[in-house]
């Protein structure tokens, strides 16, 4: 019977109770993208600077959620400031993989090929770990990684 | 505000629900998500389960014993729903899957066959999803109107403007009781004003035929949905009120067996009512549950079922007000006799899903989420709340429980 305490680890409520990153960039030059999970309210408003070498140059984050939703957003935003696109791109299989998600099931497509994690160093990240034992809470620590893909996919366009 | 003595010891009710004896986390269950769906007594479960063991077969179609008793046994719960809310005549009580299908029947079959582009419908901005979403379904179709009662700051019904409002209106459809805000409305005075502006009258009373006696002559209403299993029945089954002369003009909502006199190659003519509008097999277990539910709630009595439900909301908002001050925030009116028993609440700027998390540690059952009721919640400038609900088989203690929970949720989330 998984506990409280392998949902809400210490690092989580931290980044809960101090989220990192937050606010607002000018837009433009940033791109500013939306996410919603549609079951809970939750909302994350993303703004997004990449660089000429298509390297993460600033992040902010704004919305409202609960704490695995707003800690996994914060997590996120200080480990993909100053990636490249494509180490972001390692990165967000990492932790999906870690969520038991397959790569298309977010998207409603069903597949049953398990995601290659890449060979990434998650750090913080590996505290959402204990989310899996509570499916219904996965949505909430992946909002902010698809909202992130979605506006890297928008900003490269 | 003093309220009468409660008539109902909920901790000794509690016996007759096995699930209320299980644990959960190694702690007792406290269940307090009833306005979501209610729990069983023991007299459903063996009605249910002395159908399927004892006469199971199908019914208005067999001649021999078991099939005639099964349909017996299914008649017989309709009279019970029909007493039970008052209704003239066993024609008028329609069995549907829940009280979803209930609306959508309405909507559909009355809808279609009275409404035009432009024609009005009013509603009201504290509608659960099932009594907007087959509107809106009409004004895809149709191209009809929506027209919506406001709410004041306490979350009731602002009817300064409801003649405005149902001027030239078809369709009065508005919840006698909101499943957020625990508001209860006034439905006499709404189906008057709508038989005076010559509208008809469609009322959701999930929240309130499980809670309060119900008599639709006295409440006036034309047509009355409601689900079973939020009033101690099983899920699979809901119910239509409609009153016989519209339910006869009406055409029928889903084709099939059962519904028809006849079937030619070149159409059909349908049964009479309630028939006519329930197509293929119906859910004969539910129905017969539905009906062990309805004499269970008899047995009980409707009158102490809500006089216990207010004292139980009156020590509801008190404690939790007492306990925590200013760190909550009760949605909905704050005189019990104005709602039900369902408290949405906001509490020390927490996430209700972390809220409900915890709670769920200690045993205690709340929902969690928009309730079905997104322009509400939008209203109320809010994605999402708790919401705790109480029935007959609720007590002070499991009040209490919540409390100490909340207590723990807060000292966990600020520590």
Not at chain 2, 202 to 229: K, W
Not at chain 2, 328 to 352: A, C, K, Q, T, Y
């Amino acid at each position: 019977m998984p506990g409280l305490e392998d949902l809400y680890r210490e690092i989580i409520l931290d980044h809960y109770r101090n989220p990192r990153n937050r606010g607002e960039l000018e837009t433009p030059p940033a791109h500013r993208v939306e996410g919603f999970n549609p079951l809970c309210g939750d909302e994350i408003v993303l703004y997004l600077d990449l660089d000429a070498d298509g390297r993460v140059a600033d992040i902010r984050i704004s919305g409202q959620g609960c704490s695995i939703s707003q800690s996994s957003a914060s997590m996120m935003s200080a480990a993909v400031k100053g990636k490249t696109v494509a180490e972001i791109d390692d990165l967000t299989r990492a932790f999906k993989a870690m969520m038991s998600i397959h790569e298309n099931s977010l998207e409603g497509a069903e597949t049953t090929e398990p995601i290659e994690s890449p060979d990434v160093k998650l750090g913080d990240l590996e505290a959402l770990r204990g989310v899996v034992k509570f499916p219904v809470r996965i949505k909430c620590a992946t909002l902010a990684w698809n909202t992130l893909a979605q506006g890297i996919e928008e900003a490269s366009a | 505000m003093a309220v009468a003595a409660d008539p109902i010891d909920g901790t000794r009710l509690k016996e007759q629900f096995p699930l209320l004896s299980r644990d959960v986390h190694g702690k007792k269950i406290v269940y307090l998500d009833s306005a979501a769906t209610s729990q069983k007594p023991l007299a459903v479960l063996d009605a249910m389960d002395d159908y399927y063991r004892t006469i199971n077969s199908n019914v208005h179609r067999g001649v021999y014993m078991i099939a005639e008793e099964a349909t017996n046994r299914m008649e017989i719960a309709r009279a019970l729903v029909r007493d039970f809310i008052g209704a003239r005549s066993s024609s008028e009580i329609i069995f549907t899957k829940n009280a979803t299908e209930s609306l959508n029947l309405v909507a559909q079959s009355w809808g279609r066959a009275n409404l035009v582009a432009g024609d009005v419908v009013v509603l009201s901005h504290m509608e659960h999803h099932a009594n907007i979403v087959p509107w809106h379904m009409l004004v895809a179709e149709i191209g009809i109107e929506l027209r919506w009662i406001p709410l004041d700051s306490e979350g009731r019904l602002d009817l300064t403007n409801l003649d405005t409002l149902l001027e030239g209106a078809k369709v009065l459809s508005v919840t006698a009781m909101s499943n957020v805000l625990g508001t209860m409305n006034p439905v006499r005075t709404l189906t008057d004003a709508a038989r005076k502006a010559g509208a008809i009258s469609i009322i959701d009373g999930c929240q309130s035929v499980p809670h309060s006696a119900t008599n639709v002559q006295e409440i006036g209403a034309d047509f009355l949905a409601f689900s079973g299993h939020k009033m101690c029945g099983p899920t699979g089954v809901g119910v239509l009120y409609g009153r016989e002369e519209l339910l006869e003009a009406m055409p029928p909502f889903l084709g099939g067996g059962e519904m028809i006199r006849d079937v030619r190659l070149d159409g059909f003519t349908t049964n009479d009512l309630p028939w006519k509008f329930e197509a293929g097999t119906p859910a004969i277990a539910e129905v017969i549950g539905l009906g062990a539910a309805v004499e269970w709630l008899n047995g009980v009595g409707m009158d102490k079922v809500r006089a216990h439900e207010l004292a139980l909301t009156e020590y509801t908002i008190s404690t939790l007000h007492e306990r925590f001050g200013d760190r909550i925030n009760i949605h909905g009116p704050s005189s019990p006799l104005e709602r039900g028993g369902v408290f949405s609440f906001d509490f020390d700027g927490l996430h209700p899903h972390d809220i409900s998390q915890v709670l769920d540690q200690h045993a205690v059952c709340v929902r969690a989420g928009h309730h079905c009721a997104k322009p509400l919640m939008k209203l109320l400038g809010i994605g999402a709340t708790a919401r705790a609900s109480v029935y007959v088989y609720n007590d002070t203690a499991d009040i209490d429980a919540l409390a100490d929970a909340l207590d723990a949720t807060g000292a966990f989330f600020t520590l």
